[in-house]
């Protein structure tokens, strides 16, 4: 699996969509603002239907945790990882730490924070699929050598023009919502 940050194709959307938390007293975690950089997968043949985010604290450029999230249910994942003996179905679905990558002494406690305040807002993790299949479009856009044509959050379109994303569809059907 080869992962790339939403923001190498979406930096306008990315920077207005970033999601946040702020810990304003230190308990488990110092008081700070954290945020969530959003990474998805790029391998023309992998499905995982996956997020990784690399939370970081705003105070200094030091990744603190890699969590992991899968949002289809575990059928989904045992289907996938059907043949591949080192792959647990239930380590792909839902909330989790990434163990592929280092994890600071904050990281349980951050995926406290993910897992109950963040993860349970549906119309987050609605956005979270939209992002997961704009990155793959525009993953193979690149790699056959056509413009990604990235959405422009400035711009102006009306519902039922094509979308600017480049799928063909209106933009009332695709990127709109």
């Not at 007293?25 to 985010?53: G, I, Q």
């Not at 003996?85 to 592929?100: N, S």
């Not at 280092?102 to 807002?121: F, G, H, N």
């Amino acid at each position: 699996m080869q992962f790339a940050a939403f923001q190498k194709y979406f930096p306008e959307l990315a920077d207005a969509e970033t999601r946040f938390f702020q810990i304003v007293k230190a308990s488990d975690l110092p008081a700070d603002t954290y945020y969530l950089e959003e990474m998805y997968c790029e391998d023309p043949n992998c499905d995982c239907r996956r997020v990784l985010f690399f939370v970081f604290p705003e105070s200094e450029p030091k990744m603190l945790a890699a969590i992991g999230f899968g949002w289809e249910g575990e059928k989904f994942y045992t289907r996938q990882t059907a043949g591949y003996a080192m792959q647990k179905p239930e380590t792909r679905k839902g909330p989790f730490l990434d163990e592929k990558y280092p994890q600071s002494e904050y990281a349980s406690a951050i995926l406290d924070v993910v897992a109950s305040d963040i993860l349970t807002d549906k119309a987050y993790v609605k956005r979270l699929k939209k992002h997961y299949q704009m990155t793959r479009k525009a993953a193979a856009d690149q790699r056959a050598g056509r413009d990604a044509n990235p959405v422009s959050i400035k711009e102006k379109v009306g519902r039922n023009e094509p979308c600017p994303c480049g799928s063909g569809k209106k933009y009332k059907k695709c990127c709109m919502g």
